[in-house]
């Protein structure tokens, strides 16, 4: 069983519509990312988080530490929005655990 | 700007050769890691270290070898012993100081794409 599963693995989406994907990890974590994978291949990340919510334009993460569960909603979307998310989490040491992505295509 | 440039971007091998892709950062970060990206999976973890001269295995590290010579530089060696090394490979560093300096955050390079014919 991976420590980190996400949902869903492909999302088509209309241009403008809200957009959420989950994340669930099965592990004891310091925090848990959101990367953003376009087709070129480079990994950025989106966000860091421990507790609560943040936000990013029209991008917004939250976490449920007692659930283990993470979501990265999208408002809004539009077509650059297409590319492949990806929850990780990092534990202490050097161990990052990655899910295996949602890739999203955001159709005009 | 500070970041990670890695190259070449793709490489194509033949069959029983050594090949070694670069990974240079100019982010002053004491680790860097190398990940496999293969289609349907999560990254996997190759070799990373902590500082210069040290280094350690990661889950698949069978078939690669690395180097840490100086802080910015960690090539990463695929060797003929690699049975499936048709892959894409990312490099990545980070800070090691506390949560203040990013720590916890992944810099990672634009990839390099291995192919072997």
């Known amino acids: 069983k ?4 996400q949902s869903p693995q492909n999302l088509t989406a209309q241009e403008g519509e809200f957009i ?3 994340c669930s990890y099965s592990v004891g974590i310091s925090a848990l990312h959101w990367l953003q994978q376009h087709p070129g291949g480079g990994i950025v990340s989106l966000f860091m988080l421990s507790s ?7 991008l917004i993460a939250t976490i449920n530490i007692q659930e283990k569960h993470s979501s990265l909603h999208i408002t809004a979307s539009h077509p650059r929005d297409s590319a492949v998310y990806i929850c990780a989490v990092s534990r202490t040491g050097n161990q990052f ?3 295996t992505g949602t890739s999203l295509t955001v159709i005009p | 700007d500070g970041g990670i440039t890695q190259s070449p971007k793709y490489l194509f091998r033949k069959e029983g050769q050594n090949v070694t892709l670069s990974c240079e950062q ?3 970060h004491d680790a860097m890691y190398w990940y496999r990206q293969d289609p349907g999976q999560g990254l996997r973890l190759i070799y990373y270290s902590q500082i210069v001269n040290d280094f350690q295995k990661g889950d698949i590290a069978e078939g690669y070898s690395v180097s840490r010579e100086k802080k910015e530089s ?3 060696t695929v060797t003929s012993a690699q049975k499936n090394p048709t892959a894409f490979y990312l490099c990545a560093s980070r800070p090691t100081g506390g949560a203040a300096s990013g720590a916890n955050v992944l810099t990672f390079g634009a990839g390099s794409r291995l192919t072997v014919l």
């Open chain 1, 97 to 99: 655990y990655f899910g």
């Open chain 1, 52 to 58: 609560g919510k943040k936000k990013h334009g029209r």
């Open chain 1, 2 to 5: 991976n420590e980190v599963e």
């Open chain 2, 74 to 76: 960690f090539p990463l």
């Open chain 1, 20 to 22: 959420t994907i989950n």
């Open chain 2, 26 to 28: 100019n982010l002053n």
